[in-house]
């Protein structure tokens, strides 16, 4: 899933051109395609949700991106979506996995589903406005500084909450999903990446207080939501914006607490040795709640360079349900322009993280368990997963990249048997 920056308050991480004008139309479309390999790691055994060695994948998405001004304020989106491929080791393997645009569901063949169809409507605070240039997700014109955004309908909650502008697009920056969004944050959505519901925003000066209820998937990672919030998830954000130095930075306070049919870690352990069986988190699920929070930092430190960090930590004796299987984590990384160096639209990202499992998640991953995307089916040596990505995204020309991305995995799934493992991927991404 890759969330739209454009959201109705910043400008967005789509690399996109305006189509149309702010006449009230708008008219966008993209194209990624990624190819990511891991070559041979020490691999001494495996389990149904292993990253395996000696492989290569490919992902392919093509989106349209319509939106309309149906009335003062009021803006209306829809985004059809070809798919096709598969994530490495089928999108599993590793908590903090490679690629955020190998989704949950693959297949050999291009599929149409419609990924985001939403209303938004901005609402007055005060006589001050501002320009924003036309983008996928945002209509060029005007707009109040002061107010308050509704968005309701099928959209990404990353497209409103834990936006970062260095580290959020797996088609224009970082592709682990440790690095574009915050590890810990369990954010409804299906198998795709989106979700049902409604938002609520509130720009006042430098301060923005978000709002959201989704829908969670039926089951874990299910390709199917819920439609009636009978299992769902609330958010809030605080975001404060600054200046330092002259320079823009942004800090932002996100809380999610997710009700549903979830299982205790201990629980489904429990009544595995009760009755000799692999731990199964389906057989102890009761209606309970999860939460988690994360703090989001960037700064910008000169016209080229920014720097970004998120940690996180949720509650790790409950299973997570729509996103991975990280009770803490922590990254640290940089954006650096090429200007420097006579290429001003190339950009350099470097990134270190660590994911981590609290004691309760361990122990049912060393008795066989097997998590949202981890199981090795044993777990003698624990480890953290830490992982460091770097890429070089080339401009060839206006709206056309092409990226080399690396990343090294050390203790893939939490397992200082396996690994380390080196990702190797080429992204190519074009929008107008």
């Known amino acids: 899933m890759a969330p739209l920056a454009a959201r109705a308050q910043a400008a967005p991480q789509e690399s996109t051109t305006t189509t149309g004008s702010d006449k009230g139309l708008a008219l966008h479309g993209q194209a990624t395609f990624i190819v990511q390999a891991t070559p041979a790691f020490r691999s001494p055994y495996v389990g149904d949700n ?25 803006e209306v989106w829809i985004s059809p979506e070809i798919d096709q491929g598969f994530g490495l080791s089928n999108t599993l393997g590793v908590a903090g996995f490679p690629s955020a645009e190998a989704y949950k569901v693959g297949r050999n063949s291009p599929y149409l589903r419609l990924q985001r169809l939403y209303l938004r409507q901005a609402i007055t605070l005060g ?13 060029a014109g005007t707009r109040p500084r002061n107010r308050v955004v ?38 409804a959505a299906d198998a795709w990446g989106y979700s049902t519901g409604v938002s609520i925003e509130a720009y006042v000066g430098p301060w923005t207080v978000r709002g959201g209820l989704f829908n ?27 200046s330092i130095a002259g320079r823009t930075g942004a800090m932002r306070l996100t809380i999610f607490r997710n009700r549903g049919r979830f299982s205790r870690f201990d629980d ?13 988190l389906s057989l102890t699920r009761m209606r309970r709640s999860r939460w988690g929070a994360s703090v989001n930092l960037e700064q910008a ?25 990280i009770d803490r984590t922590a990254q640290f990384g940089t954006s650096i322009g090429g200007t420097k160096w006579g290429r001003p639209d190339d950009t350099v990202g470097v990134v ?4 981590s499992i609290t004691a309760p998640h361990r122990r049912y991953l060393a008795a066989g368990g097997l998590g949202l995307l981890v199981g090795d089916g044993k777990l003698p040596h624990y480890g953290a997963e830490a992982i460091g990505e770097a890429y070089y995204q080339l401009s060839l020309r206006k709206g056309i990249t092409i990226a080399a991305d690396y990343q090294l995995v050390a203790n893939p799934g939490y397992n200082r048997d396996r690994g380390p493992a080196n990702v190797f991927a080429l992204r190519m991404h074009a929008a107008f």
């Open 268 to 280: 489904a352990v429990a009544l595995a040795n009760a009755t000799g069986q692999l731990p199964d």
């Open 352 to 355: 270190a993280i660590v994911n």
């Open 50 to 74: 292993s990253l395996t060695p000696d492989q290569a994948r490919e992902t392919f998405d093509a989106t349209l991106f319509a939106g309309a001004r149906l009335w003062r304020g009021a």
């Open 127 to 139: 006589d001050g406005r501002e320009y924003v240039a036309g983008a996928a997700g945002q209509l």
């Open 216 to 242: 969670l998937s039926k089951v874990p990672n299910g390709e199917t939501l819920e439609p009636r919030f009978g299992q769902y998830q609330i958010n809030a954000e605080v975001e404060r914006r600054f």
């Open 150 to 187: 509704v968005t309701i309908g099928k959209f990404a909650v990353g497209d409103v909450f834990d936006t970062n502008a260095y580290a959020h697009d797996p088609r224009g920056d970082f592709l682990n999903w440790a690095a574009v969004d915050a590890g810990t944050f369990d954010y």
């Open 301 to 325: 430190v000169s016209d080229t360079v920014g720097l970004f960090g998120r940690a996180g930590v949720a509650d790790g004796s409950i299973e997570p349900y729509d996103f991975t299987d």
